[in-house]
């Protein structure tokens, strides 16, 4: 993977050991495979439940369709069926049997139809021009009661903003953090990817509770979003 | 993000394993949550990386979503 921080783990390879193949697992391994006699009916199977999963799965992110209709929603479905099953079939034997199957083969689907979800957003539903950082404190200020020594945090969390972060993780922070803005959909309009702004995210994260550390306004350590 | 809290939005964990590493190993994450297992004894990082990440995290939960709801039994 991408290092990101000093503090940010190399990875993940502490994989479990493949488990037993159960009998589902080895119906659609075995029927996957280019040579079995079996392939035309097993891959119809699985785009069929690709299928169901990529309808259901764009049900589930509606909200960031718009208005898109329903034969353009099912078009998105199928695409992204189609799409995944293409993928499965090309890393088919990179599957150890480490997850049952079609949690495996639903990783293709769920990752594709993220990606088209955002791309329909973007092109569609383009984000506004997010708020300049300046009017940051002001959000914050709308909140009916705060003490002097919030007011002071949120002034000094302003000025870090400003002065700290870099062009990029400014940009990043503002819309995502603040704005709540898709990560993906910002990605797009950077030209970049979730894992590059997902960096810049968390290393803005990182100066601005040092500013507030060095300001005399420390965030517990093990704070975190939950 | 006016009710939110500057925890909330400066939100950070060391051990992150960020976005590709919890991608490869998503479906394994998955089914340990569905068997009632602990994921985040096994993937800590990714664990870590799910409460702090949007986009992941939708992903996630549309993978559990759809393992429980369209997939087969526990093997």
């Known amino acids: 993977m991408t290092a990101m921080a000093p503090s940010v783990s190399s990875g993940e ?7 037993a193949v159960g009998s589902d697992t080895q119906h ?9 006699p079996h392939f035309r009916r097993t891959t119809a199977e699985l785009h069929a439940l690709l299928l169901r999963v990529a309808r259901y799965e764009l049900g589930r992110r509606r909200h960031a369709l718009g208005s898109i ?4 929603l099912d078009d998105l479905a199928q695409q992204s069926a189609s799409d995944a099953m293409l993928s499965i079939l090309s890393k088919l034997e990179e599957f150890r ?20 979800v955002a ?3 973007w092109r569609h539903h383009r984000p506004e021009e997010e708020p300049a950082w300046e009017q940051v404190p002001d959000a914050f200020a709308a909140q009916p009661v705060q003490s002097a020594e919030r007011r002071e945090q949120l002034t000094v969390l302003s000025q870090a903003i400003n002065s700290e972060l870099t062009d990029r993780q400014r940009q990043v922070f503002v819309a995502v953090a603040l704005n709540d803005v898709s990560i993906d959909v910002l990605a797009l309009k950077l030209g970049s990817n979730r894992n590059a702004l997902y960096k810049n ?26 | 993000m006016s009710e939110r809290g500057l925890d909330d939005l400066l939100g950070v964990q060391d051990g992150d394993a960020g976005c590709i590493a919890g991608e490869a190993i998503l479906d394994q994450f998955a089914d340990l ?6 994921p985040a004894a096994v993937f800590p990082g990714t664990a870590v ?5 949007p986009g992941c995290r939708a992903d996630y939960e549309g993978l559990v979503d759809a393992a429980r709801r369209f997939g087969a039994p526990p093997e």
């Open chain 1, 13 to 19: 390879s502490s994989a479990p050991a493949a488990r």
């Open chain 1, 28 to 36: 659609w391994v075995e029927g996957l495979r280019s040579s079995s």
């Open chain 1, 69 to 72: 209709g329903g034969p353009e």
């Open chain 1, 97 to 116: 049997g480490a997850s049952r199957f079609t949690t495996w083969a639903y990783k293709f689907v769920i990752f594709d139809v993220s990606a088209k």
């Open chain 1, 119 to 121: 791309g329909h957003a």
């Open chain 1, 201 to 226: 995210l968390f290393d803005a994260r990182r100066k601005l509770r040092a500013c507030l550390a060095a300001a005399g306004y420390p965030l517990p350590a093990e704070e975190v979003s939950s």
């Open chain 2, 33 to 38: 949550q569905l068997a009632g297992d602990d």
């Open chain 2, 49 to 53: 990386h799910l409460r702090s990440c």
